[in-house]
């Protein structure tokens, strides 16, 4: 425990939670609709976490043994999940099997339960879903942590079933610490057995702020609604949706959402979509030697013209030339470079 709380405190240097767009990340879509052949899936969006929901039997059943932590210095995979917000993934019942990054090489692990899966800003991991599973996954955005608990019944059965639920994020206490601490952790080459305590007080943490967080307040409930779809699409920006089909998921009309969006976010349903999928372009620029049509299908833009004359109209530059330009800056000897080596490791 003195490892724990050691690593705790001398990580406060700086946030590593990039936000993509004005920081209204909440909980989104987990890491765990990208599955094979675009699986498709089952969601109910709620906004809080009502308790009957929290695995505590499950958790306390098999404590965090194993931590794998994810990569990101080779190229993910069409279709594998990459937020700017950290994760911790816990597999409840079943064998939950993903393809990582770890020790320089694309892996497919298996975890079961007594293990788990961080995965830090701007990293990925591809869930197969090959194997009847449930796991909870915890997302870690800046104004609201999310909770969702999903169940794969295998290749045989095309659905997920995702419950996802939300509470306002922590500014102060132990849970900003123990993030930091991971992501400071994740930072350094040596594997660090702390990864295992840290995700277990981490999981308590979480599970402690669920039973305690009341219901949000009438006048907050609209800008909370916001916060939530805008963080869904930044989970699903490389997918077909449109205005209808988010409208429907959240059970509103599409004249009800667009509303939301001019009050709430100022700018329309589909801007705010277009930003974020510009902002995950720039990423993908700046760190990936991908063509510029793998760019383009990575996020949700319908072929690669259409995402340059959108790039240019949002930027003022071609994906080329923002390019070009970045690898310049991040040459220079004074540039602000990604910290830590970004490689996935088993600790």
């Known amino acids: 425990m003195y490892l724990l709380f050691h690593f705790c405190n001398i990580c406060l240097t700086r946030r590593r939670l990039s936000d993509m767009l004005d920081g209204t990340q909440t909980a989104s879509r987990p890491s765990l609709h990208f599955g094979t052949g675009g699986r498709c ?47 911790l993934e816990i ?34 991991n591809y869930p197969t879903w090959e194997r009847k599973v449930e796991i909870m996954s915890l997302l870690f955005g800046k104004k609201q942590l999310g909770v969702s608990i999903v169940s794969a019944r295998g290749p045989t059965t095309p659905q997920l079933v ?58 907050n409930r609209g800008q909370s609604f916001f916060e939530r779809v805008c963080v869904y699409l930044q989970g ?12 429907h998921l959240f059970a509103v009309s599409p ?38 049509e793998d760019v383009a299908v990575r996020c949700g833009f319908r072929d690669a013209p259409y995402f340059c004359r959108v790039f240019k109209r949002l930027t003022k530059a071609t994906p080329v030339e923002y390019r070009a330009r970045m690898l310049q800056h991040a040459a220079a000897p004074d540039a602000d470079k990604p910290q830590g080596n970004g490689s996935g490791r088993r600790v």
């Open 41 to 87: 899936h089952e969601t109910n969006m709620q906004p809080s976490v009502p308790l009957d929901w929290w695995p505590e039997s499950l958790l306390a059943r098999h404590s965090v043994r194993e931590v794998f932590v994810c990569g990101r210095q080779l190229h993910p995979p069409l279709f594998s999940h990459i937020v700017t917000f950290p994760r």
């Open 91 to 124: 597999p409840l019942k079943g064998g939950y099997e993903n393809r990582i990054e770890q020790d320089g090489k694309i892996e497919t692990v298996c975890l079961r339960p007594g293990s788990a899966l961080f995965v830090p800003p701007n990293c990925w």
């Open 162 to 219: 995702a419950n996802k639920f939300a509470v306002p994020s922590p500014v102060s206490g132990p849970i900003p610490h123990i993030l930091e601490a991971m992501l400071e952790l994740h930072s350094v080459k040596e594997p660090s057995a702390a990864f295992a305590e840290l995700a277990k007080a981490l999981i308590q943490c979480v599970q402690r702020l669920v039973h305690e967080s009341p219901a949000p307040e009438a006048e």
């Open 236 to 247: 699903n920006y490389q997918n077909d949706i449109t205005r209808d089909s988010v409208a």
């Open 255 to 292: 004249n009800h959402l667009s509303r939301v969006f001019h009050r709430h976010g100022h700018m329309t349903f589909i801007d705010y979509l277009t930003h974020v999928r510009i902002a995950r372009s720039k990423f993908l620029l700046c760190h990936y030697n991908f063509k510029l």
